[in-house]
């Protein structure tokens, strides 16, 4: 599955299927202070044109962690997506089939990968081009179908980690 993205900034944006639809919006009002960020994403109603419902929030902290609101429930971000590695450039996570995933978060993408001997590539985050070399596109997150299960947690932390690469970026 093919989302495009409408903004480079990934805490407002909608999230759009290869048809045009919008499939999920991240909406981060401005406010000095906290900032909240609330991924909605659309659900069909039998005859409407359907609505969009709250998948979850991250509640953004300038000091210490950021906290994930899901399901009524809140987790503290380095308990939810704990950070590994020498410089702690990967984030991983387990999902709700068990299995346990991982963010590498690398100069100028973010790749999900499932945690273990295989290494298979789940969502991949491709930028924006200005189509000075080649063509020009709009950025877009590519998943793999066997994460249609998850793709609320996987929209929901993918935000997460961009918005940390970008900040050392």
């Given at each position: 599955?093919?989302?495009?993205?409408?903004?480079?900034?990934?805490?407002?944006?909608?999230?759009?299927?290869?048809?045009?639809?919008?499939?999920?919006?991240?909406?981060?009002?401005?406010?000095?202070?906290?900032?909240?960020?609330?991924?909605?994403?659309?659900?069909?109603?039998?005859?409407?044109?359907?609505?969009?419902?709250?998948?979850?929030?991250?509640?953004?902290?300038?000091?210490?962690?950021?906290?994930f609101k899901i399901g009524g429930s809140e987790l503290d971000s380095n308990v939810f997506l704990p950070r590994?590695?020498?410089?702690?450039?990967?984030?991983?996570?387990?999902?709700?089939?068990?299995?346990?995933?991982?963010?590498?978060?690398?100069?100028?993408?973010?790749?999900?990968?499932?945690?273990?001997?295989?290494?298979?590539?789940?969502?991949?985050?491709?930028?924006?081009?200005?189509?000075?070399?080649?063509?020009?596109?709009?950025?877009?997150?590519?998943?793999?179908?066997?994460?249609?299960?998850?793709?609320?947690?996987?929209?929901?932390?993918?935000?997460?980690?961009?918005?940390?690469?970008?900040?050392?970026?």
């Open positions: 599955m093919i989302l495009t993205l409408s903004s480079k900034n990934v805490r407002n944006t909608v999230f759009s299927n290869e048809y045009g639809q919008a499939v999920f919006v991240s909406d981060t009002p401005f406010r000095f202070g906290m900032r909240t960020t609330t991924i909605n994403r659309h659900k069909a109603s039998p005859g409407a044109q359907g609505y969009f419902a709250v998948v979850g929030q991250i509640d953004w902290h300038l000091w210490g962690s950021s906290i590994h590695g020498f410089f702690g450039k990967k984030r991983t996570f387990t999902g709700p089939d068990g299995r346990h995933y991982r963010w590498d978060m690398y100069n100028r993408v973010v790749v999900l990968s499932l945690d273990d001997y295989s290494c298979t590539e789940i969502a991949r985050y491709h930028r924006a081009t200005l189509g000075i070399i080649g063509k020009k596109r709009k950025a877009y997150l590519e998943v793999a179908p066997q994460a249609a299960h998850m793709l609320d947690l996987v929209i929901l932390s993918f935000i997460y980690v961009e918005k940390l690469r970008m900040n050392k970026e």
